[in-house]
């Protein structure tokens, strides 16, 4: 593993603990750009050892470590943008209700240059576009108190757990959109996204698609195809429960 971790100034006071997984194969040059962008974010920064073939487990290790009320993670040749841990933070605390919230990201290449916006940037949460995994991707903060209910639950997807995560989150409340952008996510030749496996991404997807359907009719979620359609649940500012 790479261990530049005596360099990281940790606190115990920030609202949200963030774990990053580190494997023998992380760069170190980008990991060091990874932690100089957190360095003046309101987290509580963790390493933690990722497990060859079982990324399921490595995220319960991480997302187990601190005891803040708030959890998330980035990956370690990643960017985050100056405030974006801040507004998620004050998101959370203006709605109690939501199960988390997320920004916006940017797509870079290896050497930092902008390629595109991600997918669906700038539109409210929809759960019906959560079956795309490139959806919700980072950043993303949830309620310790939620995710400490999917433990096991990620311990039983050597892929894609976090994706897993996200969609069965939302049987305790709604995400909430942090309309700007959060994160920069570098596409480089070692992606886990390249690796995924057809049958894998439509297991997970059957794992989840009971969740997002009831959280689609609670929030009155529509995909809108009519250009003339004006009750579309994506031109809301967010999600309200039916009444």
Request: proline share 8%.
């Amino acid at each position: 593993m790479v261990n530049i971790s005596r360099q990281i100034k940790m606190s115990s006071n920030a609202e949200i603990d963030v774990h990053v997984l580190l494997l023998p194969t992380t760069d170190p040059i980008l990991w060091r750009e990874c932690l100089q962008s957190l360095e003046n974010e309101p987290v509580n920064i963790h390493t933690a050892e990722g497990v060859p073939g079982h990324i399921g487990k490595a995220r319960y290790g991480g997302f187990s470590k601190g005891t803040a009320p708030y959890v998330s993670c980035v990956d370690p040749d990643d960017l985050v943008i100056p405030g974006a841990f801040a507004a998620c933070l004050e998101t959370l605390e203006a709605h109690p209700d939501a199960c988390g919230v997320y920004t916006d990201e940017l797509i870079i290449d290896r050497d930092g240059k902008i390629i595109k916006p991600g997918i669906w940037s700038q539109a409210p949460w929809n759960p019906l576009f959560q079956l795309e995994p490139k959806y919700l991707h980072h950043i993303y903060v949830m309620r310790r108190c939620f995710v400490e209910k999917l433990y096991l639950e990620l311990l039983r997807w050597p892929s894609m757990p976090e994706f897993i995560l996200k969609g069965l989150i939302t049987a305790h409340g709604p995400w909430v959109h942090v309309p700007q952008f959060g994160y920069k996510w570098r596409i480089v030749k070692g992606n886990a996204h390249n690796k995924m496996s057809p049958s894998t991404i439509y297991a997970a997807r059957w794992r989840v698609i009971p969740a997002l359907q009831n959280a689609a009719k609670k929030y009155k979620a529509v995909i809108q195809t009519d250009p003339f359609q004006d009750t579309s649940f994506a031109d809301r500012s967010r999600a309200k429960p039916a009444k």
